[in-house]
């Protein structure tokens, strides 16, 4: 073979002619031109074979194309059945936390009924307690004050019989007088009513002379007058049902627990209830305080007196109105200075606040009443 290649002439001779005649004629070395055929053959066997290899990377492409649809056709619905099942737990799990929290919820409402029973429960005991105890205290304090309005029911209707009921009754009318006398020297107030005192020392039983004259019925009807205005002017009895929770004097103050004077009585009791007046009298104030009393009203009686109630949840008279003891001034409130529900009720005599508690203890008193036989 190499024989052949070196029998061609190193220099080859091209010519190239047309249809016109003209001819282009070259030179070309052998050596070149063996390259340029060899180079031509081998392009020419590679084509076919690049060409089956680009038609083999093309079906892979292709196959990889379909392949990555279908993977992500799959790996869609992997992920919709992996989210769907996810949903379904998270569903079941969200109703048994559901269910948890609604079970917790029931303990504690269960927890809180048993909690209001057992505070029901106390609070009924307590009750049950404080109103013994009030309707023992009421009971005690409507038989006083029933002495006490027979005693002015019996001087009224002496007083309208005139001269000859007294000259029948007047020693009656006297020992009604000395039994008013012993609830006014009970709380510390005499009356003046123009007759000369009884010597110091003196002494006992009383008998009637054999004669009264009108001179001596009209003293005794004076008398009975001045008491039965004095014992209207007079606070007696309680401004409400209720115990009694401070009293009158030096006390520690329940704000900043320092030693303070407290001018009245305290009752405890429930907001609303009625509190009413000790006697006949004028209001003098009503409205708002804003030092301590809150809501408040003060009656002015005559005599000296005047009483005061404090902390009212509501004021139902105004300044000016005319009262007669027993009627509803207001309800009972935890209004201004208060720690709770009660009322504050003070007595002045003469503008400086006395003890309330020995008009209240007149109550106590106990009296024989002589027969109109």
């Known amino acids: 073979m190499f024989d052949k290649y070196s029998s061609i002439p190193e220099q080859l001779h091209l010519v190239i002619t047309g249809e016109t005649g003209n001819a282009l004629s070259f030179v070309v070395e052998r050596d070149w031109l063996a390259l340029c055929m060899s180079g031509l053959l081998l392009l020419l066997l590679l084509l076919p074979v690049g060409t089956w290899f680009a038609l083999y990377c093309l079906q892979e492409k292709n196959e990889l194309a379909i392949k990555t649809v279908n993977q992500a056709r799959e790996l869609e619905s992997v992920h919709a059945d992996y989210t769907e099942q996810l949903d379904t737990e998270l569903a079941q799990r969200e109703k048994q936390w559901q ?11 269960s927890l809180e009924e048993e909690q209001e029973v057992t505070e029901q429960q106390f ?29 002015v029911a019996e001087l009224e209707q002496m007083r309208q019989g005139k001269q ?44 009637a002379g054999p004669a009264i ?5 009209e003293q005794l009807l004076e008398r009975s007058d001045r008491y039965l205005k004095a014992i209207q002017q007079m606070p007696l009895g309680l ?47 009503s409205g708002w305080d804003s030092g301590g009393y809150g809501n408040y009203v003060i009656v002015r009686h005559g005599g000296g007196y005047a009483t005061l109630f ?23 409130g935890n209004s201004g200075r ?4 009660h009322l504050h009720y003070e007595v002045h005599y003469q503008g400086k606040a006395v003890d309330p508690e020995k008009y209240l203890s007149v109550a106590d008193l106990s009296f024989t009443v002589p027969s109109d036989k």
């Open 99 to 109: 269910e948890q929290a609604a079970a917790a919820q029931a303990r504690i409402n």
């Open 123 to 151: 609070n009924a005991e307590k009750e049950r307690l404080i109103c013994r105890y009030e309707e023992e205290l009421a009971a005690a304090t409507q038989a006083g004050s029933i002495r006490i309005s027979s005693l």
């Open 164 to 207: 000859k009921l007294l000259e029948k009754t007047a020693g009656k009318l006297d020992e009604r007088s000395r039994m008013i006398e012993t609830v006014m020297s009970r709380i510390g107030i005499e009356i003046k009513v123009g007759r000369k005192q009884p010597v110091s020392g003196s002494g006992g039983p009383f008998l």
């Open 213 to 217: 004259n009108g001179k001596y019925s």
């Open 239 to 285: 401004p409400m049902r209720g115990r009694m929770t401070s009293s009158f004097g030096s006390r520690l103050d329940p704000f900043n627990n320092q030693l303070a004077f407290h001018a009245g009585i305290d009752f405890k009791g429930s907001i609303g209830d009625n509190v009413t007046t000790t006697a006949d009298g004028v209001v003098k104030e």
């Open 310 to 332: 404090g902390h009212l949840s509501k004021v139902l008279v105004k300044k000016g109105d005319t009262l007669n003891r027993g009627d509803v001034v207001g309800l009972m």
């Open 338 to 341: 208060s720690t709770g529900p």
